[in-house]
């Protein structure tokens, strides 16, 4: 059973032509509140990626998009959600599946490719990828402090530490001590 995404942007290959295409696609309202459901966050109230497609050899495009984002996540420190924004951009190539192979030693410098059947490739779930692999993982609210005692110094916690050991060190002759005990 394939994916179906919930933001999709077909666009077809032939429509690229030889001088390129710029192109924004933009979420619904609806289409935002799937994509919020999806990736866990309280809300998204604007999702838009500006793209400028080039054709290459082998109907390889080339994409380079400037995503924006306007959304809520939870915050790690409160638990309360709050309202952030991302925007960047970024760079992908869309390969025929034919021609598309996952190498067992992924380039890190080399532009992410992302295959496509058909005559058309996907703006949109690219750029709802795009915006996941740019999520902060642990997100906190700018204006959120920990709770006073939560984070300690080194030292306290190295004091902490010894006196733990010393509470758990256990006398060599306490076990012989309990049974002589036991005896009497």
Not at 76 to 83: I, K
Not at 105 to 117: F, G, K, Q, R, V
Not at 124 to 150: K, N, T
Request: glycine content about 6%; proline content about 7%; some cysteine.
């Amino acid at each position: 059973m394939s994916h179906k995404p919930e933001f999709s942007r077909p666009v077809a290959v032939r429509r690229i032509g030889a001088s390129g295409l710029d192109l924004t696609v933009e979420a619904t309202p609806a289409e935002c509140a799937q994509i919020a459901r999806r990736l866990g966050l309280p809300e998204i109230s604007m999702f838009r990626c500006k793209y400028t497609l080039t054709l290459g050899r082998r109907d390889l495009v080339s994409a380079h998009g400037a995503l924006a984002v306007r959304f809520k996540q939870t915050c790690v420190r409160t638990l309360e959600p709050f309202e952030d924004m991302l925007a960047g951009s970024f760079a992908v190539q869309f390969v025929p599946e034919e021609h598309f192979e996952e190498s067992a030693a992924p380039d890190l410098e080399a532009l992410d490719e992302i295959p496509y059947e058909g005559e058309s490739i996907d703006l949109g779930e690219a750029a709802v990828e795009q915006f996941a692999l740019d999520l902060e993982p642990y997100p906190h609210a700018p204006d959120a402090s920990l709770p006073d005692g939560l984070v300690i110094s080194e030292e306290e916690a190295e004091k902490l530490g010894a006196q733990e050991a010393a509470a758990q060190k256990v006398n060599p002759f306490a076990d012989l001590a309990r049974l002589r005990r036991k005896d009497s």
